[in-house]
Protein backbone atom coordinates (compact mmCIF):
# COMPACT_ATOMS: atom_id res chain seq x y z
CA UNK A 1 0.00 0.00 0.00
CA UNK A 2 1.04 3.64 -0.83
CA UNK A 3 2.72 5.52 1.72
CA UNK A 4 1.30 8.65 -0.13
CA UNK A 5 1.37 11.59 2.97
CA UNK A 6 -2.38 11.83 3.31
CA UNK A 7 -4.15 14.51 5.41
CA UNK A 8 -4.77 11.45 7.86
CA UNK A 9 -2.02 9.50 8.79
CA UNK A 10 -3.80 7.10 10.58
CA UNK A 11 -6.95 6.41 13.31
CA UNK A 12 -4.50 6.99 16.16
CA UNK A 13 -3.83 11.44 14.44
CA UNK A 14 -7.29 11.35 13.32
CA UNK A 15 -9.11 14.53 14.56
CA UNK A 16 -12.05 13.25 16.84
CA UNK A 17 -15.06 15.03 14.02
CA UNK A 18 -13.86 12.83 11.48
CA UNK A 19 -14.07 9.63 14.20
CA UNK A 20 -17.48 10.46 14.78
CA UNK A 21 -18.51 10.71 11.59
CA UNK A 22 -17.11 7.47 9.48
CA UNK A 23 -16.80 3.99 10.11
CA UNK A 24 -13.66 2.49 9.47
CA UNK A 25 -13.05 0.33 6.28
CA UNK A 26 -9.75 -0.92 4.54
CA UNK A 27 -8.43 -0.13 0.78
CA UNK A 28 -9.04 -3.71 -1.44
CA UNK A 29 -5.34 -3.27 -3.55
CA UNK A 30 -2.86 -0.62 -4.39
CA UNK A 31 -5.27 1.59 -6.99
CA UNK A 32 -4.87 4.86 -8.69
CA UNK A 33 -7.00 7.62 -6.33
CA UNK A 34 -7.36 10.78 -5.79
CA UNK A 35 -9.12 12.08 -3.03
CA UNK A 36 -10.48 15.43 -2.26
CA UNK A 37 -11.26 17.41 1.50
CA UNK A 38 -11.72 20.56 2.72
CA UNK A 39 -9.95 21.87 5.60
CA UNK A 40 -10.94 25.62 5.03
CA UNK A 41 -9.46 27.77 8.16
CA UNK A 42 -12.94 27.45 9.62
CA UNK A 43 -12.94 24.24 10.52
CA UNK A 44 -9.20 23.18 9.65
CA UNK A 45 -8.84 21.08 13.00
CA UNK A 46 -12.01 18.92 11.22
CA UNK A 47 -11.52 18.17 7.75
CA UNK A 48 -14.66 17.51 5.41
CA UNK A 49 -13.51 14.64 3.37
CA UNK A 50 -15.73 15.64 -0.10
CA UNK A 51 -15.01 12.81 -2.79
CA UNK A 52 -12.48 10.03 -3.58
CA UNK A 53 -12.43 8.73 -7.21
CA UNK A 54 -10.27 5.62 -8.27
CA UNK A 55 -9.37 4.48 -11.85
CA UNK A 56 -11.31 1.23 -12.43
CA UNK A 57 -11.25 -1.24 -15.79
CA UNK A 58 -14.23 -3.28 -16.53
CA UNK A 59 -16.10 -4.62 -19.68
CA UNK A 60 -16.78 -0.73 -21.15
CA UNK A 61 -13.61 0.66 -20.62
CA UNK A 62 -11.25 2.41 -18.01
CA UNK A 63 -12.55 5.26 -16.21
CA UNK A 64 -12.08 7.40 -13.03
CA UNK A 65 -15.53 6.37 -10.76
CA UNK A 66 -16.77 7.54 -7.43
CA UNK A 67 -15.78 5.53 -4.48
CA UNK A 68 -17.22 5.26 -0.89
CA UNK A 69 -13.70 4.87 0.63
CA UNK A 70 -11.39 8.12 2.01
CA UNK A 71 -7.70 6.94 2.44
CA UNK A 72 -5.86 7.29 5.18
CA UNK A 73 -1.70 6.39 5.14
CA UNK A 74 -1.19 2.59 5.36
CA UNK A 75 -4.45 0.98 3.06
CA UNK A 76 -7.13 1.96 6.14
CA UNK A 77 -9.63 4.29 4.72
CA UNK A 78 -12.80 6.17 6.10
CA UNK A 79 -16.22 5.12 4.75
CA UNK A 80 -17.13 8.32 3.32
CA UNK A 81 -20.74 6.72 1.23
CA UNK A 82 -21.40 7.90 -2.29
CA UNK A 83 -22.33 11.30 -2.24
CA UNK A 84 -24.57 13.03 -4.65
CA UNK A 85 -24.20 12.97 -8.40
CA UNK A 86 -26.81 13.95 -11.15
CA UNK A 87 -27.52 11.95 -14.18
CA UNK A 88 -27.58 14.58 -18.02
CA UNK A 89 -27.58 13.56 -21.24
CA UNK A 90 -25.67 16.15 -22.83
CA UNK A 91 -26.59 19.18 -20.22
CA UNK A 92 -29.82 18.37 -19.17
CA UNK A 93 -31.19 16.50 -16.62
CA UNK A 94 -31.94 12.88 -17.15
CA UNK A 95 -34.80 11.45 -15.30
CA UNK A 96 -34.13 9.38 -12.93
CA UNK A 97 -37.27 6.48 -13.89
CA UNK A 98 -35.56 6.25 -17.36
CA UNK A 99 -33.18 3.44 -17.18
CA UNK A 100 -32.23 3.71 -20.80
CA UNK A 101 -30.18 7.22 -20.14
CA UNK A 102 -27.60 4.86 -19.44
CA UNK A 103 -27.55 3.69 -23.00
CA UNK A 104 -27.99 7.02 -24.18
CA UNK A 105 -24.03 8.35 -25.90
CA UNK A 106 -24.98 11.46 -24.36
CA UNK A 107 -24.85 10.28 -20.43
CA UNK A 108 -23.09 11.53 -18.32
CA UNK A 109 -22.48 12.38 -14.66
CA UNK A 110 -22.42 15.96 -12.75
CA UNK A 111 -20.65 15.58 -9.60
CA UNK A 112 -21.47 18.19 -6.78
CA UNK A 113 -18.47 18.19 -5.14
CA UNK A 114 -19.11 20.25 -1.65
CA UNK A 115 -18.13 20.82 2.01
CA UNK A 116 -20.85 20.21 4.73
CA UNK A 117 -19.32 22.11 6.95
CA UNK A 118 -18.38 25.75 5.34
CA UNK A 119 -20.34 25.16 2.14
CA UNK A 120 -17.80 25.11 -0.26
CA UNK A 121 -18.97 23.43 -3.08
CA UNK A 122 -17.69 22.76 -7.00
CA UNK A 123 -20.09 20.75 -9.46
CA UNK A 124 -17.66 19.08 -12.14
CA UNK A 125 -18.89 16.70 -15.34
CA UNK A 126 -18.14 13.61 -15.36
CA UNK A 127 -16.29 13.87 -18.50
CA UNK A 128 -14.73 16.86 -17.48
CA UNK A 129 -13.46 15.65 -13.96
CA UNK A 130 -11.64 12.56 -15.70
CA UNK A 131 -9.10 14.60 -17.58
CA UNK A 132 -8.23 16.56 -14.04
CA UNK A 133 -7.73 13.39 -12.14
CA UNK A 134 -6.00 11.88 -14.71
CA UNK A 135 -3.76 15.17 -15.08
CA UNK A 136 -3.48 15.02 -10.52
CA UNK A 137 -2.60 11.05 -10.91
CA UNK A 138 -0.02 11.71 -13.16
CA UNK A 139 1.67 14.40 -11.30
CA UNK A 140 1.60 12.46 -7.96
CA UNK A 141 -0.68 14.21 -6.47
CA UNK A 142 -3.29 12.11 -4.78
CA UNK A 143 -5.10 14.59 -2.70
CA UNK A 144 -6.11 18.17 -3.18
CA UNK A 145 -8.31 20.35 -1.30
CA UNK A 146 -11.48 21.34 -2.41
CA UNK A 147 -10.60 24.77 -2.77
CA UNK A 148 -7.24 24.49 -4.30
CA UNK A 149 -8.79 22.50 -6.94
CA UNK A 150 -11.76 24.99 -7.63
CA UNK A 151 -8.86 27.69 -8.25
CA UNK A 152 -7.76 25.50 -10.89
CA UNK A 153 -10.66 24.72 -13.06
ZN1 LIG B 1 -15.03 23.30 4.24
Known amino acids: MTEYPYLVAGINEAPRGVLD ?3 LTSLESDERRVSFYCA ?5 DDPWFVASFVYVTNEAGST ?3 SPNYP ?8 IGFRASDDL ?5 ASADDSSRFY ?4 RLRYKLRC ?3 GLRLARRSDTIQADLEKLWQSGVLE ?7 ATV
Not at 40 to 44: E, F
Not at 89 to 93: C, D, F, M, T
Not at 144 to 150: E, N, Q, R, S, T
Open 72 to 79: MRGGVAFW
Open 64 to 66: WAE
Open 116 to 118: RTC
Open 89 to 93: IGNQR
Open 144 to 150: VPLAAYA
Open 21 to 23: RHT
Open 104 to 107: DPGF
Open 40 to 44: APSHA
